[in-house]
């Protein structure tokens, strides 16, 4: 089975530019879950969807949004990019987002803000 | 709102000696508690989780960890690390129905040959 994936895995942007960083679930999983992780900061928690349906979100800025699509994957965008939004972007997805089951995480996409 | 602190940044441990990473968490309610480990260029892995029952959980490689609610600790352990066991330690809660976990900042270990 096909384990999470995310593009592109790399990414260099300027300040001011928008970024789409793309998500593709294990096949049948549904819930789709993002996080932002930076050495200052650590890993924090952008926002879940589960059936095209955001049922939570962290405490980011406007800039960040995200959608997911019929068929499970799920895009997450940042609008005019700061310096600080350099950082390694993970998606995880699971069956149903429950606590019971085991999320599991992609390899990331480091974007680079310059 | 939960938070999660991992006392020590880093750990360096010898090679066959035992390891103990210290988690813990505050919280109102009633969470789950999760370990995962980052290796470098990846994602992260789940290694073990407690959500109720007993209250020392164990994963297939060798480490265990202790749930101890008066303590609000959920610290990790093995009793003899390899080499491949280098790798940064995150532990996390999730209050059930939030569909969001809650890491700690981290802490990598380093195992010396």
């Known amino acids: 089975k096909a384990g999470v994936t995310q593009t592109p895995r790399y990414l260099i942007k300027t300040r001011g530019q928008q970024v789409t960083l793309s998500c593709s679930p294990i096949?049948?999983?549904?819930?789709v879950s993002w996080y932002q992780q930076t050495p200052g900061q650590g890993l924090q928690f952008l926002f879940e969807?589960?059936?095209?349906?955001?049922?939570n979100k962290g405490n980011f800025p406007g800039r960040f949004s995200g959608r997911q699509f019929s068929n499970s994957r799920s895009e997450m965008n940042v609008s005019t990019l700061e310096l600080g939004d350099s950082a390694l972007y993970l998606c995880?997805?699971?069956?149903?987002?429950?606590?019971?089951?085991?999320?599991?995480f992609g390899p990331g996409t480091r974007l680079l803000v310059l | 709102a939960q938070s999660v602190t991992q006392l020590d940044s880093q750990v360096p441990v010898f090679e066959e000696a035992p390891v103990e990473l210290r988690c813990n968490y505050s919280?109102?309610?009633?969470?789950?508690l999760f370990w995962y480990v980052q290796y470098p260029n990846q994602g992260l892995q789940l290694l073990l989780k407690?959500?109720?029952?007993?209250?020392l959980v164990e994963s297939i490689n060798g480490f265990e960890a202790e749930f101890n609610k008066s303590q609000t600790s959920f610290h990790l352990r093995k009793p003899s690390v390899h080499i491949s066991d280098t790798a940064e330690y995150f532990c996390?809660?999730?209050?059930?129905?939030?569909?969001?976990?809650?890491f700690g900042k981290g802490t990598k270990l380093s195992v010396i040959p």
């Open positions: 995880a997805s699971s069956l149903t987002g429950t606590s019971a089951e085991t999320q599991y």
């Open positions: 096949s049948g999983h549904r819930s």
């Open positions: 969807y589960f059936s095209e349906t955001q049922r």
């Open positions: 919280s109102s309610v009633s969470v789950y």
């Open positions: 407690y959500l109720s029952g007993s209250t």
């Open positions: 996390a809660v999730e209050r059930a129905g939030s569909y969001q976990l809650t």
